[in-house]
Structures are given as C-alpha cells and as structure tokens.
T-cell receptor, first 114, second 112 residues
Framework: AQSVTQLDSQVPVFEEAPVELRCNYS??????LFWYVQYPNQGLQLLLK??????LVKGINGFEAEFNKSQTSFHLRKPSVHISDTAEYFC????????????FGKGTMLLVSP | DVKVTQSSRYLVKRTGEKVFLECVQD?????MFWYRQDPGLGLRLIYF???????EKGDIPEGYSVSREKKERFSLILESASTNQTSMYLC???????????FGPGTRLTVL
C-alpha cells in the first residue's frame, strides 16, 4: 500500500519570497507522483507530475518539484510567490502499474501575504 | 480540455434523505472516481469505476453506493444521509494512471 505525508499543514510566506512545500511518500514499488492545487471554492487542478526520467519537473505557474528516490520525497518549490498562489496544495502518489488508485496527502495551505 | 461537471455546487439535505450526486465527463475516460474532502483529512476515496457497470470500493465506502450505467456518468448515492456525511464531494476522471486525475468543481453537501 502507498501513503503520502505532507509535513506542513500551513505555510505562511511573504509575497516574492521563495517557498518549498514538503511531500514524502511510501511505496514498495515504483510510483508516479503528482502535485495538485485547489483555489478557494474550486476543484483540484494538476500542477505537475513525475513519471520517469529527469528528477526535476516543471509545472504551471512557475512551480517545480524534485523527485528524490533515496529520500522518498517530492518537494514542491517556487522561487518567488505571488498573492494569487494562495491556495491548498496536495501531493499524490500512485503505483506505476496496473489499476492503482491515487492516494493523496492531507494538503498544505499556502498563505501568501503582502 | 477535459470537462468534469457535477450536478450541484451546494446541496442541503435532511438526515435520513436519499441523496444523489451526479458527475459527468465529456472526454470518453474509462476511469471515474468519487472522493470526499474534509479539513485536515485531505481527499479520501469513496468508490471508483474502471468501466461501465463496474465499481470498486475505495477507502471509505460505508454509507455510500454508486452507479455507472453510462461511460460518461458516475453517480454517488447516500442511501440515508447522516450528519457525518456533511462534506465536500469531488468527482474525477482519468484515461490512464500516468495522466493523473481531472476533477470537477465539487459539491458541498450539508446534512442537517
């Protein structure tokens, strides 16, 4: 079985500061990893995903994430955040074979203030 | 773009009522999912379906059932709504596991 841990429930930052949202996963097999964003009163939107190959993946809105197999991590980063990045961010994992479902972390609320 | 629509954005029901939440996707996706989202608990999988008339239990199926009579439509049914089913319900669809999920806007259900 797979699991995801998002270490921070809330991350407050000032506008234009860098941010890192942490995600660790657990699985006995190879995985695909995803980051989703949820703006207030909306559904989830895919930010980026890691399937294979380069461990640094770039997504929408200037976000990127790095897959680290030895540390079983997939942290999300942005070098300079905007007020509009205020949202909840979810990390998710699925096994890369067969009919495996997506398992989500509990989410990290990113709060960007001026 | 994939579009996943849910029949209601907000719904208020009374304890004991039978509740239907409808979800429709327009991209011919094989797979459809129902999650509930609660503060501090993230998203938890209720039921999913890999094909028409096929369903599989997720992590928290108790108190729920589903129906998939057509490929594009996946319904979540609360047979007898209870207050602990007050939550945000999110429907999603996908084609393959490496594509990730496409989500609808959600239905915020309040059971009084």
């Amino acid at each position: 079985a797979q699991s995801v841990t998002q270490l921070d429930s809330q991350v407050p930052v000032f506008e234009e500061a860098p941010v890192e949202l942490r995600c660790n996963y657990s699985s006995s097999v190879s995985v695909y990893l995803f980051w989703y964003v949820q703006y207030p009163n909306q559904g989830l939107q895919l930010l980026l995903k890691y399937l294979s190959g380069s461990t640094l993946v770039k997504g929408i809105n200037g976000f990127e994430a790095e897959f680290n197999k030895s540390q079983t991590s997939f942290h999300l980063r942005k070098p300079s955040v905007h007020i509009s990045d205020t949202a909840e961010y979810f990390c998710a994992v699925t096994e890369n074979s067969g009919y495996s479902t997506l398992t989500f972390g509990k989410g990290t609320m990113l709060l960007v203030s001026p | 773009d994939v579009k996943v629509t849910q029949s209601s954005r907000y719904l208020v029901k009374r304890t004991g009522e039978k509740v239907f939440l409808e979800c429709v996707q327009d991209m011919d996706h094989e797979n459809m999912f129902w999650y509930r989202q609660d503060p501090g608990l993230g998203l938890r999988l209720i039921y999913f379906s890999y094909d028409v008339k096929m369903k599989e239990k997720g992590d928290i199926p108790e108190g729920y059932s589903v129906s998939r009579e057509k490929k594009e439509r996946f319904s979540l049914i609360l047979e007898s709504a209870s207050t602990n089913q007050t939550s945000m319900y999110l429907c999603a669809s996908s084609l393959w596991g490496d594509e990730g999920l496409f989500f609808g806007p959600g239905t915020r259900l309040t059971v009084l």
